[in-house]
């Protein structure tokens, strides 16, 4: 169907299409680019306030990252982890939501300009568009591995898993076989922990009756971390356990371990080939590259330094919040977690609506968990370490009540108690 | 990654690559052609027989197409409604589940060919590959428009319903907007009905706050039917109740109509132009091609008529099932419904267990059902017919407790139950 999405003619030099939605504000424009948790919790702070709140994000909907794991090895439906961002704000009648791609911010105009010829102009900017996976300068192994960022990768890990069984059990060849049924993981992360202990979960026992030449539970699944230990941001207690926990779901835990080559067929590192079907990177991330024109100092993950009240240095009211973010907090970086980008956005929000200047954000710790297996987990909360099956469940109700929405929040705890009963993945569909 | 999946040495002019699944069977092997209603339920049927049983599709899931037009209006996520073939028939230790697409029968050599250049050998064929979208010889039809057969067409319409929202909310132009806002259905059997009445709830109701710009309330929604009424096969009361519960909900029903013309920007109708942002097609449907090769009878719908036992005339045990078959009953072709189909998969798969000639298959009507809208359905059974709330608590009841495993009963009854607390439509994710 045709036709330009509007009409409006392009007069002078200044002309462009404004795409901010036709409300008021009596204090200017703040425009907010990503709705990820920080940018979603700027603008909720935001609501009711005096500005014109614009929020601009690619996707239509927040997405509960921590849970993405789960679709990605068909124990949720995308559905159950993400929320319409207009559903979210829908009673926030100041903040309207752009679907659209940044493409460049113009601090000069004072505006971001979008992929389809529109702009938004803004008198704040607040940048919160996350992190992506990086490859240390290898771009060619993000053709060859599949990485946990959006919706369509989880779904696409999970098709491409399901399918190497299917091919498994149609292959008569052992060799071919036994490397369709190997799955590497890089990167020994919470994201790779998780994956790892999900996917053994998955192979083990709830593919166990389903196919009749190959048996899922003799899939092969090896997870290769750089450094000395897993959960390197844990004590080092929990990374311990997690090692423990995961070999006895049997998959094979190689620390100290570098790849040194990614290709179509598996995986070389410290100097043994791994043939594998399926090859899942959860190794580093770095900073979108939206805000790469901006004048501003970056560190080695390309996040923009920004001062105690997550403005830029030297820039007029431009924010960065988030894994876009660095900042130091007594001599460390915050890490690059949903908390963090959560405080900071509630954080910013609340400022602005004052007047005067912003007081500095100072992150709470509230403890940061990863799950190994569906009675495993491991929990950090400052000096405090849990393991273990109550690791587990604070966990659990940890997250089901970080979801942001409250019909999410029921349907996820009781497709978590179904689990917890029966062990079915239910949600496994090939696209 | 390479190879190819099978290593077998074509050596004579018989040979193939074997794909049934290695499991014994001493009567000799029955090939399932297509897992829908009819496909899983003569598997099920045939569970622990003496039979070899190979049950081939395409996806690798059995769907529950009754509720289908609840995925592509965000009502449902797709694995509420689908469930692995291969779990389904887990326990069943002599049935075997490929995923492959059939491209041919070999009556000769009694075997079905696949895409992979891998075959099926059979002592019994079972064809039951359903039905799919006719266009009335329009095949450019297809292409400008949307139909409702799998998942991915249902989170295709989706996706591109709500689309159509956001462009129109980024929209100036009043005329492009009114285009953009409306949805034009081709069809006034269940589907139709089905999905006007839910379009309607989602754009009247569910969106209702979520835009600055556009009011989704005002999306214009036209159903258009060829015949005197909508829901020919129920009783003429409820085709009435139909027309004027959707006429409550602001659809526009327009009987009598045919359409002469689809296009990129709309459709032409009984000489009226509507421009259109969305054009659903729900019109007519006819065989899967997959049965063509076979010298047998059809119909107009090219589906193939079948003696009393279900088998196809004048071959040697190849029986034809579902939407595929045509069998008269009482001087009546029996409808292309779900329950006729899992009723002939049933009485197959019992009547093959036993020795000696298969009785002839009776349809036993259990009623059918469409829903209008959150309160509202229609239900007929035999001479009865109900309509309104009752209806739409039995069409609850019933299709629940139809959807084949247990977990999704809960789940789906769940969020029927929290749906009906809250208007709410959650799945409302663009892909």
Not at 94 to 102: E, K
């Amino acid at each position: 169907m045709t036709g330009s999405p509007d009409n409006h003619p392009p007069s002078a030099a200044e002309a462009y299409l404004d795409r901010t939605p036709p409300l008021a504000g009596r204090r200017g424009r703040i425009v907010i680019v990503g709705g990820g948790f920080a940018g979603l919790a700027c603008a909720q702070a935001l609501a009711g306030s005096d500005w014109q709140v614009t929020l601009l994000d690619r996707r239509n909907h927040h997405l509960f990252q921590p849970l993405l794991y789960q679709v990605a090895t068909a124990a949720l439906s995308p559905a159950d982890i993400a929320v319409p961002l207009r559903h979210l704000l829908a009673h926030a009648r100041n903040v309207g939501t752009v679907l659209g791609d940044a493409t460049d911010i113009n601090l000069a105009r004072r505006r971001v300009q979008l992929a389809d010829g529109g702009a938004l102009p803004f008198d704040v900017l607040v940048l919160a568009t996350g992190s992506r996976y990086s490859f240390f300068g290898r771009e060619d192994w993000r053709s060859r591995s599949f990485s946990l960022k959006s919706i369509a990768d989880a779904r696409r890990i999970r098709s491409h898993v399901l399918k190497r069984f299917e091919e498994a059990e149609a292959c008569t060849d052992p060799e071919r076989r036994a490397q369709l049924l190997t799955i590497v993981i890089v990167g020994g992360g919470p994201t790779g922990v998780e994956l790892a202990g999900a996917l053994a979960e998955l192979a083990r026992w709830s593919l166990k009756q389903d196919f009749r030449r190959i048996d899922p539970a003799t899939t092969r699944i090896v997870l290769i971390e750089a450094g000395p230990r897993l959960l390197a941001a844990f004590p080092a207690r929990l990374g311990d356990y997690a090692t423990h926990t995961l070999s006895s779901l049997k998959v094979e835990v190689r620390l100290n371990t570098k790849v040194e080559e990614i290709d179509e067929d598996g995986v070389q590192a410290a100097g043994n080939r791994i043939s594998a079907g399926t090859i899942l990177w959860a190794a580093g991330i770095c900073a979108e590259p939206l805000g790469e024109s901006l004048p501003a100092t970056r560190d080695r993950q390309k996040r923009i330094e920004v001062a105690a009240d997550l403005s830029v240095p030297g820039l007029d009211r431009v924010y960065v919040l988030g894994d876009l973010a660095h900042l130091e907090q007594d001599g460390e970086v915050l890490p690059a977690l949903a908390q963090v980008a959560q405080q900071q956005g509630r954080h910013l929000g609340r400022e602005l609506r004052k007047d005067g200047p912003a007081k500095p954000f100072r992150f709470h710790d509230r403890g940061d968990t990863a799950v190994i297996g569906r009675h495993a987990a491991v929990y950090a909360f400052g000096r405090w370490g849990f393991k273990g099956r109550v690791a587990w469940l604070l966990w659990g109700v940890v997250h089901v009540f970080l979801l942001v929405d409250f019909e999410k929040r029921m349907l996820v705890s009781l497709q978590w108690l179904w689990r917890y009963l029966t062990d079915a993945h239910s949600a496994r569909l090939i696209d």
